[in-house]
């Protein structure tokens, strides 16, 4: 089958075709879940945060610039609601604890929630401290891999500003990061 | 470079996210400075790990709540197709231009009909002297059942005749 460009498949939603909707998202659908899932730090917020981006994204396809990276302008979307979810809720400064008390949804396969759960909580330990911004740039470049001009446009902001943001989200992290690797040591000491 | 200016650089180091030439004035300065080398150690072993980490508990979706999600957002409203897909030049023109078309149109409303009453002559202090004697009435007149009122534009020559009833009410003449 031959692939179709992205502009393609717009082309073809805004003509009607719903399962051109469904190919144009699927190379995006982990990377959105992922990132609304970080940045709200908890799976079902983030499936909301998912479900209100799809929304956006269908209705206001015809504003999708044609030639432009889809993936940046979905991903923009991504950020932009997660931030309005955080703010809605409030929850941001509680948000490991909201956590905690939640515990992980059934939709993760059992055995490799329990092998996952530590490292999910290093996770959330290390981000706690940063702010929405900061985390939104981290994840765009250490998670999702965008380089710092991708991130600059998805983020609509100057590149140097990225930098800036980058460097106070590794430099947290990094505090918080000693933190673990500290207790850890001690823990096999012991 | 100083060991503060050196430890500003260090987050972007760990991800190469600095010019070629800074890098090599950094590693000569970690050539000097063991607590520097170690800081940037400590850096790349943060970011190396937590990228490892973000990889490792990466999710996905079931796919019986993918296929909802996206039922939901194609439920929820069609595309919006803007009428101004086709045209050509920013937008903002052709807002604009149909902005500029309504405040004419509506400029043309309030000001068209003094206008073409004006030339057509119908203003009041065009009438003659022999115009303003058809709406005397004399008394011959007022056994009449109609009377006909005859208008003449000075200007155009364009004549209006009206037939009015006793009580002044048009008359419509088959
Ligand atoms: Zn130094």
Redesign the interface.
């Known amino acids: 089958m031959e692939m179709k460009s992205e502009d393609e498949l717009v082309e073809e939603v805004l003509n009607g075709n719903h399962r051109s909707f469904e190919l144009l998202l699927q190379p995006y659908r982990q990377g959105l879940l992922n990132m609304a899932n970080r940045m709200t730090g908890n799976l079902e917020e983030a499936k909301e945060v998912c479900q209100e981006v799809l929304i956006k994204v269908y209705k206001h396809l015809d504003k999708f610039k044609k030639g432009r990276s889809f993936k940046s302008w979905i991903y923009r979307i991504t950020v932009n609601s997660a931030y309005d979810s955080l703010r809605k809720k409030k929850k941001y400064e509680n948000f490991v604890e909201s956590q905690k008390k939640i515990g992980f949804s059934a939709s993760y396969d059992p055995e490799k929630q329990l092998l996952n759960r530590e490292i999910r909580a290093k996770i959330e330990t290390c981000l706690r401290d940063l702010s929405p911004k900061e985390k939104a740039t981290f994840l765009l470049r250490d998670g999702e891999g965008f380089s710092i001009e991708e991130a600059s446009e998805i983020l609509k902001c100057s590149s140097m500003s990225v930098r800036t943001h980058l460097s106070r989200a590794r430099k947290k992290i990094r505090e918080q990061f000693e933190k673990i690797n500290f207790a850890n040591t001690r823990e096999v000491r012991r | 470079m100083n060991c503060r200016k050196v430890q ?1 650089l260090l ?2 180091m ?2 190469s ?1 600095i010019p070629k030439s800074k890098i090599l004035s950094l590693k000569a300065h970690f050539e000097n400075c063991p607590k520097c080398q170690q800081e940037y150690d ?2 790349m ?3 190396k ?3 490892e ?2 990889a ?7 796919e019986r ?2 296929q909802q ?2 039922k ?3 439920k ?7 009428p101004l ?1 086709y045209w050509p030049f920013k937008k903002v023109w052709a807002y604009s231009l149909l902005g500029m078309l309504v405040v004419a149109l509506t400029l043309l409303f309030i000001i068209g009909p003094s206008i073409t009453q004006k030339e057509m002559g119908l203003g009041s202090e065009k009438f003659t002297e022999e115009q303003a004697q058809l709406f005397r009435s004399s008394p011959e007149e007022s056994e009449q059942e109609v009377v006909s009122m005859t208008i003449v534009s000075k200007e155009t020559g364009l004549k209006i005749v009206w037939f009015l009833n006793k009580n002044f009410e048009l008359e419509v003449k088959e």
């Open positions: 500003s987050p972007l760990a991800g996210e400590s850096y072993l943060t970011l790990k937590t990228k980490w973000l490792k508990d990466r999710i996905d979706w079931e709540d993918w999600v996206l939901r957002a194609i929820d409203k069609k595309p919006e197709v803007s897909v």
